[in-house]
């Protein structure tokens, strides 16, 4: 079992940043690939970004340059880091782990789930 742990989330103004972490405690964390996934009222959860146990980030094409996903395997914790912030990136964001050693952009293909923390982002 790996148990995910979120932190970071809050409200922003439009224009804004922030950073999110996530603590994993359980099993060996740098066997991991770890994501991030965001999900908005009404909407399905959605990939922003994942990053390989060998440290190699992959991300949502449209996500690119505002987001950036980051992991440091001596404590256990991965970042996403956000920039220019508008009100369409209110959600709840969800860290996600996954023992595939392949990148996966899939919800369904994590095996491991944070609680998520809020994001909203005002104009």
């Known amino acids: 079992q790996v148990q995910l742990v979120e932190s970071g989330g809050g409200l922003v103004q439009a224009g804004g940043s922030l950073r999110l972490s996530c603590a994993a405690s359980?099993?060996?964390?740098?066997?991991?690939?770890m994501a991030w996934f965001r999900q908005a009222p009404g909407k399905e959860r959605a990939f922003i970004a994942g990053i390989t146990w060998r440290y190699s980030p992959y991300y949502l094409d449209s996500m690119k340059g505002r987001f950036t996903i980051s992991r440091d395997n001596a404590k256990n914790t991965v970042y996403l880091q956000m920039s220019s912030l508008s009100p369409e990136d209110t959600a709840v964001y969800y860290c996600a782990a996954t023992a595939s050693g392949v990148p996966r952009t899939t919800a369904t293909l994590y095996e491991y789930w944070g609680q998520g923390t809020q994001v909203t982002v005002s104009s």
């Open positions: 359980g099993r060996t964390f740098s066997n991991y690939n």
